[in-house]
């Protein structure tokens, strides 16, 4: 008899805990599933709407780091080289204001990260923002900052600045899907042996969104939280665009122990302490890193 709005009121009163997965249902249903994907993560039109006194806060998630992002679009922008990044912590506040006098003066960019480390600083941060002045600034300056959320961080800056997130995305298609965006056409066909990079590089964001996923059961997605992140998945495609280089005009297209010991072992595993985990990433790394994803059909 229910429509269902009153379904989802009923759910309310029953599973408080299954409100959220509810209302993208009846979102879904009613508007289209579009309007609960999030955006593509794109500094570039953040960076637009900036100014030298408008900061640009990044409000970091698990498994969410911007700083590969921030550094690609350095490099598109031609800042790379203007670009100075402190990582807050005990003793760092000092020395992160002068770099921020210095920027202003020459126009450079300045990122602090991890504001919540930092919490006895964030009032005099907050001081220098408030201070900023139009004139006397170059207009190329940026101030970038990154923080979990904190009761700490100045509300005032959040109040004035350009703020961005950068979910994780929800489900392996959504994952997989973000994961590609970090690689363009122009990448992939540079590579020694493309075709077989393709298949690697499918191979390693699968197994990569499995890996994301898979936390969200909490204890029974494993033993022990990790933080598996984008630059995981870098410096794992890294690896492999090396070794397709290393092993060209070779027998053997890939050198399978090798791949898995390093994905496995190496760039993800090094984060892993429980063996039972180790465990599960290995028979991941057999799965979805073997032989037969190079064959044709392979699904």
């Known amino acids: 008899k229910l429509n269902a709005f009153q379904k989802m009121c009923v759910l309310r009163c029953v599973r408080p805990d299954k409100v959220v997965p509810g209302m993208q249902s009846f979102v879904t249903h009613n508007l289209g599933e579009r309007f609960i994907e999030p955006p593509p993560f ?3 039109v953040c960076f637009k709407d900036s100014t030298p006194t408008m900061p640009i806060v990044f409000v970091l998630s698990p498994g969410a780091d911007p700083l590969d992002a921030l550094l690609k679009f350095a490099e598109e922008t031609k800042m790379t080289k203007k670009l100075h990044t402190i990582s807050l912590g005990q003793g760092q506040g000092p020395i ?7 920027a202003m003066e020459r126009g450079t960019w300045i990122v602090l990260q991890n504001c919540h480390l930092s919490s006895s600083w964030m ?17 190329d300056y ?3 900052l990154t923080s979990m959320p904190s009761d700490k ?3 005032s800056i959040l109040q004035n600045s350009v703020k961005m997130t950068n ?3 929800r489900g392996v298609k959504m994952n997989v899907k973000l994961s590609y965006s970090n690689f ?28 994301q996923d898979r936390r969200k059961f909490g204890p029974l997605g494993f033993n022990i939280p990790y933080e598996f992140n984008t630059s995981d998945l870098q410096a794992s495609m890294t690896f492999m665009q090396n070794h397709l280089n290393d092993v060209e005009g070779k027998k053997r297209p890939v050198d399978w122990v090798t791949v898995n010991y390093m994905v496995c072992d190496v ?33």
């Open 42 to 44: 794109d500094i570039s």
């Open 184 to 211: 363009t056409d122009a990448y992939l066909n540079a590579q020694a042996k493309p075709p077989e990079f393709k298949k690697l590089l499918y191979g390693t964001c699968f197994f990569h969104a499995l890996l």
């Open 153 to 155: 961080f100045p509300v």
């Open 96 to 102: 992160a204001e002068r770099f921020m006098a210095q």
């Open 167 to 169: 979910e994780p995305p």
């Open 267 to 299: 760039q993800y595993g090094g984060k892993i302490t429980d063996d039972w985990d180790r465990r599960l990433f290995n028979t991941y790394g057999q799965a979805w890193l073997a032989p037969r994803i190079l064959e044709g059909g392979f699904e």
């Open 142 to 144: 940026r101030l970038w």
């Open 123 to 139: 009032p005099r941060l907050e001081a220098l923002v408030e201070q900023y002045d139009a004139d006397a600034m170059h207009k």
